[in-house]
């Protein structure tokens, strides 16, 4: 991507993006955190930088980046899956799960069953077709994963995986507070 060449080390090493830090600094203000503020750009930057690679690999195979969410989820299971469970995993409403298992469905991916433990309910599980699926997907999957963390040591992923899900747990929390507090999160 042509934003890479704009990135640039700062005073310790670090990289940085020069637009953001100074669309940030401006938004900051004197009294705010700017790192907090560039982290933040950041965080976005790559998470984007991810979907479109995951997209790129999904979609060129007709599944979009959401519904290869769930098939992957529903591959791991040796049962069928809630759509509630799988909408909480997932952090999406069960309305948007319904409609991925809906297309999963159509496509003969997914398919619905009944729940053993309540009869009123209905699982979602993965397919013969929706297992040989996945299991194509596996290996450009690898060297995606591989390309795009190349460089990074094992020590590095632990660090960036655990920091992404501190972030996580804290938006989580802010958005129970934020609820209790009864502001919109």
């Given at each position: 991507?042509?934003?890479?060449?704009?990135?640039?080390?700062?005073?310790?090493?670090?990289?940085?993006?020069?637009?953001?830090?100074?669309?940030?600094?401006?938004?900051?203000?004197?009294?705010?955190?700017?790192?907090?503020?560039?982290?933040?750009?950041?965080?976005?930057?790559?998470?984007?930088?991810?979907?479109?690679?995951?997209?790129?690999?999904?979609?060129?195979?007709?599944?979009?980046?959401?519904?290869?969410?769930?098939?992957?989820?529903?591959?791991?299971?040796?049962?069928?899956?809630?759509?509630?469970?799988?909408?909480?995993?997932?952090?999406?409403?069960?309305?948007?799960?319904?409609?991925?298992?809906?297309?999963?469905?159509?496509?003969?991916?997914?398919?619905?069953?009944?729940?053993p433990g309540d009869r009123r309910s209905v699982l979602a599980e993965i397919t013969p077709a929706g297992?040989?699926?996945?299991?194509?997907?596996?290996?450009?999957?690898?060297?995606?994963?591989?390309?795009?963390?190349?460089?990074?040591?094992?020590?590095?992923?632990?660090?960036?995986?655990?920091?992404?899900?501190?972030?996580?747990?804290?938006?989580?929390?802010?958005?129970?507070?934020?609820?209790?507090?009864?502001?919109?999160?």
């Open positions: 991507m042509k934003d890479v060449d704009n990135y640039q080390p700062d005073s310790d090493g670090f990289l940085y993006d020069p637009r953001a830090r100074a669309a940030m600094a401006g938004f900051a203000g004197d009294d705010g955190d700017l790192r907090a503020f560039e982290a933040s750009a950041a965080v976005r930057t790559a998470c984007h930088a991810v979907e479109r690679l995951r997209a790129h690999g999904s979609e060129g195979r007709g599944v979009s980046a959401g519904a290869l969410d769930l098939l992957i989820r529903l591959a791991g299971s040796d049962r069928g899956i809630s759509i509630g469970e799988l909408a909480r995993a997932a952090g999406v409403s069960s309305r948007n799960v319904t409609g991925l298992v809906d297309t999963l469905e159509r496509d003969g991916l997914a398919r619905r069953v009944p729940d297992r040989d699926w996945v299991e194509a997907f596996r290996k450009p999957s690898q060297l995606a994963m591989k390309a795009l963390f190349q460089g990074f040591a094992p020590e590095e992923l632990a660090v960036l995986r655990d920091l992404c899900l501190r972030l996580a747990a804290n938006q989580q929390r802010l958005a129970a507070h934020l609820r209790q507090m009864g502001s919109p999160s």
